[in-house]
T-cell receptor, first 112, second 116 residues
């Protein structure tokens, strides 16, 4: 049973565009929502994370928007660059042993 | 700091063979995890450990065993490999579960396993 659903599966944008990746979760006990970035042949690396006590968090060109009532959160990448081309995973955790439940991933391609 | 390292990087097995994947971390992290990554499935937790000498099952534990005899090492074993275990395996570690980034997991570079 997939507890975190991510969409779209793939996304192509032009340089400077604002790709948006969405995730929805079911378990209301989740209280930590990170986004991981993965380049080909590498392991995932933490990009940005949010706790449910805030509705938005921004770090550089990356922003998480969080809607607790809808049980949804999304990643926005401002002024996207070809170097942002990677696979992005959302995840959620209920702090039980730090286990993360990952979404299916979104393959982003930013065209020059 | 090497961070999280995994050996081997690639391996090809025949059905029924066994092997052990080794994960090592030099960050003195308490928690360690094994995931498998398959296309369109994201990362799925196989087993994890919250400290030396402890292990617990994750989402997809069948066909795998683990051991955490030393704090810095976490071993993943396949006793009798099956083609369904063809995947990329990632190890990760984290420190604790308090604070905004306490859940941050640091991943190794992965092991690509093919079972024929």
């Amino acid at each position: 049973q997939q507890q975190v659903k991510q969409s779209p599966q793939s996304l192509i944008v032009q340089k400077g565009g604002i790709p948006i990746i969405n995730c929805a979760y079911e378990n209301t006990a989740f209280d930590y929502f990170p986004w991981y970035q993965q380049f080909p042949g590498k392991g995932p690396a933490l990009l940005i994370a949010i706790r449910p006590d805030v509705s938005e968090k921004k770090e550089g060109r990356f922003t998480i928007s969080f809607n607790k009532s809808a049980k949804q959160f999304s990643l926005h990448i401002m002024d996207s660059q070809p170097g942002d081309s990677a696979t992005y995973f959302c995840a959620a955790s209920a702090d039980q042993g730090g286990k993360l439940i990952f979404g299916q991933g979104t393959e982003l391609s930013v065209k020059p | 700091n090497a961070g999280v390292t995994q050996t081997p990087k690639f391996r090809v097995l025949k059905t029924g063979q066994s092997m052990t994947l080794l994960c090592a971390q030099d960050m003195n992290h308490e928690y360690m995890y094994w995931y498998r990554q398959d296309p369109g499935m994201g990362l799925r937790l196989i087993h994890y450990s919250v400290g030396e000498g402890t292990t617990a099952k994750g989402e997809v534990p069948d066909g795998y065993n683990v051991s955490r005899l030393k704090k810095q090492n976490f071993l993943l074993g396949l006793e009798s490999a099956a083609p369904s275990q063809t995947s990329v395996y990632f190890c990760a570690s984290s420190y604790s579960t308090s604070g905004i980034h306490s859940n941050e997991q640091f991943f190794g570079p992965g092991t690509r396993l093919t079972v024929l």
